[in-house]
């Protein structure tokens, strides 16, 4: 923290000494500065079958939370900007849930604490052909939100995750987009009040990612994250992949798309114990443009990931993605169970008049055994309105399966969770 308060004050520093002398730099900070605002209210209403410590089930939670995210984003000077942004998250009505560090552990837990934190704060460089540097607070993600298998800001939550870096990204190759990252901290979703390690990890961790796209109808992407906590040894890894993804048109209305990665994982740092993973992903679908006033798209995909898991510390794990994302929405799976995971699901997208109506179906197993854990049905409906303003409604349902193992082992899998959201968004 203190670092990014010294690139601050060290900036601002410049630009008073410059003041007198050059007001392209005020008007790069002040003309050609840009603020930014998002409001984001939400309802949360869950009802978790899983156990309190005195044997009774969980009461049910409901959480009524606004997000304001206001910052400022200045102009560049001779390459050099700045953006800072200030996140608030605010009880509004209900509070009858456990955010993870409010100790009302009676409730069902949705992980939005109360608190203002300093979300973003970095100095971007941009002075050297084809790379941006960055330096500070910042949000660090690879692929399309929410879709962040292994760096994400858990966009869903209400306080984003995000890290103390520094970037770099270069795109001085042709087709190629080189991203490195050393991350010295990792602020999480929990909050500054939350006890550690969930509050953050101390990190000396590496992010490299490169991807390609000059092939025909199919991008790759190559990465490997080298993550070293200090304070959470047994989440130290390195994972290294490779991923192919693409579509391929059959017809003007008719796109299959595709998508095949594999990836292994060890421990890594000082991690105890012995780690050897793999995650395995494959996708095939079809994307259909009827290119009437109704149905803008429709999008039907079939998928298979696989997180393997041989009992106990020995499983793939994901620990900085935007896991929400990944097997299902009910949020059963945001840390692999020491059995593994496969997760066989298919899915629905489909645009009408502008709106957006996803429908998924998981089937859940272990990959320790082959038992089951459970099944999943998750429903979002969502519209965007004069480009500033979002409306939706999601659903999310677990349906534990009970057989013996499954109840031995798994306490939470083996209970019905189910979870609705109304939320309306603001954005300037």
Known sequence: MRKIYCYFFLYFVALSSHATTDDSLWNAVLKNGKPHLVLRYRFEHVDDNALQGSGTTLDQANASTLRTLFGY?????HGLSA???????????????NDGSNGKTRYATVVDPSGTELEQGFLQFTGIKDTVIKGGRQYIT?????????????????????????????????????????????????????PEPLSHFESNSHFINVKYNGLSNVDVEGYSYLLDFNNAAAFSTQ???????????????????????YAKQSDYADNTANINAD?????????????????????????????????GADRFVTILGTNHAFQGWADRFLITPGDGIEDIYGSLIVKIKGADFVAVYHDFSSDNDSYDYGSEIDLLLSKVFQQRYTLGVKYSNYDADTNAINSIRNALLSADKSIFWAFVQFKY
């Open 83 to 97: 953006t800072l942004d200030v996140e608030n998250v605010l009880d509004i009505g209900n509070d009858e849930f």
């Open 279 to 311: 995650y395995f992903f494959g996708e095939a679908g079809i994307k259909f443009k009827p290119n009437n006033d109704i149905i803008n798209a429709l999008i039907l995909k079939f998928n298979f990931e696989l997180l393997s898991g041989d009992g």
């Open 142 to 194: 690879y692929r399309s939100a929410p879709l962040h298998r292994y760096i994400g800001t858990i966009l869903w939550r209400q306080n984003w995750q995000n890290f103390d870096a520094i970037t770099l990204v270069n795109k001085s190759l042709p087709d190629t987009t080189i991203n490195y990252a050393y991350a010295w901290n990792v602020n999480r979703i929990f909050g500054h009040d939350a």
């Open 239 to 261: 994972t290294y992949g490779l991923r192919l993804s693409g579509g391929y048109p059959l017809h003007e209305k008719y796109t299959v798309l595709y998508a095949l990665e």
């Open 73 to 77: 984003e200045t102009g560049s000077f």
